[in-house]
């Protein structure tokens, strides 16, 4: 379980997510997928690693128009077959 738990409501300035998942899906506009070790073959600098390690990740931004609205991101714990690109859309 991860120990890092938030209020849905609670605003998290991006500095404290620096370098994070998250913050790498905001900063790029593009959705991130896969295992640790390939995400860190997907983004475009160095990842800092917060939070529980996982087995799976996704992670894929709301935009509507020309605005990201926020970010949706799944994370699994177990080993389990992998997100897919349909869990993506």
Do not use: H
């Not at 890092?4 to 790498?24: H, K, Q, S």
């Not at 128009?65 to 997100?83: D, F, T």
Request: charged content about 25%; aromatic content about 8%; hydrophobic content about 40%.
């Amino acid at each position: 379980t991860d120990p890092i738990v938030r209020d849905a409501n609670e605003f998290i300035p991006m500095a404290v997510m620096e370098r994070g998942l998250t913050w790498y899906t905001i900063r790029d506009r593009k959705p991130l997928m896969g295992s640790l070790d390939s995400i860190r073959q997907q983004i475009s600098g160095p990842m800092r690693e917060i939070g529980m390690d996982c087995w799976d990740w996704l992670g894929v931004p709301v935009i509507m128009g020309e605005r990201l609205r926020g970010v949706l991101v799944v994370q699994s714990y177990i080993e389990r077959p992998r997100y897919t690109r349909a869990d993506q859309a």
